[in-house]
């Protein structure tokens, strides 16, 4: 079990956190608990979770209210955009619990908040933020590694949280100081795992702290590319057009499958087109048993370069 210690203060996902469970990932601040917007508490959330009866891995979603559960680690909820109820079973990881915290429980907690957000990687390139997007697996942390070996700076990995400012021009909000990587990536870039922890017992995908590259400002979204995976032997970048745009950020946004059971379909398509209309979207192919994401960084500041000029 995780023992609630004296609360704590962060700043992430362009929110100040309050949590009586340590979340070393973040930054910490030192401020009062009363100026917090969000609150993470633990609770036993058993007898809630039976009355639903819900299967576990599956998402319950009841007005403002969000819950699921994951075997051998914890039930989570999370309500109104504003909390997050952590009830942890016996013996849990707790790295696996902060995982889920910062994770999914975070992504559903911004979709309550009417927060766009996609399911990838920001880079800041040339003062402005470029995402890469895309299911598990398609390379968007390998790639975004790839930028920050360069010398460019993450502002967020996994979610990427979208903001319009007062004239709709969207940017996209800062996260933590931290990646997650596979064991196989980490080879390609000649480094030793044993040097990171990995995000859970058993796991082979790391966490790699990024502070001295870690961008904390937000940044106006410059583009999105879509990162998939192809059986060619060559890497491609298309323009996305007409309603594939739509689709691909419908497609790409975090947990997308909460968008319809949360009533927000229309604010998601009228977000989507706001978006849309101040940026260009690419999909990259790329093969899926080569490592290309030196030759993909080349064209995609080549692309980036282009649009500037």
Sequence with gaps: MIVAKTNMIYHAFGL??????PLPELVALHESIDMAEVQIDIADLTELWMKKDVQQGRFLVDD????????????FLIETGKKIIVSPMKDADHNKIR???LGTCMGVLLMQRKVLTLHGSAIAIDGKAYAFIGHSGAGKSTLASTFINKGYQLLSDDII???LDEEGCPYVIPTYPQQKLWQESLQKFGWDSSAFSPLFERETKFAIPVHSSYWKDPLPLGGVFEITKTEEDHTEIKLIQNLDRFHTLYNQTFRHTLIPRLGLREWHFIKSARVINKIKMYQVQRPSNVFTAPELLEKILKIINEEMN
């Design 16 to 21: 100040k956190i309050n949590s009586t469970i």
């Design 64 to 75: 403002q209210m969000v819950m699921f559960q994951i075997p051998e680690t914890a039930t």
């Design 99 to 101: 995982l889920y915290i």
């Design 161 to 163: 949280p979208l903001l």
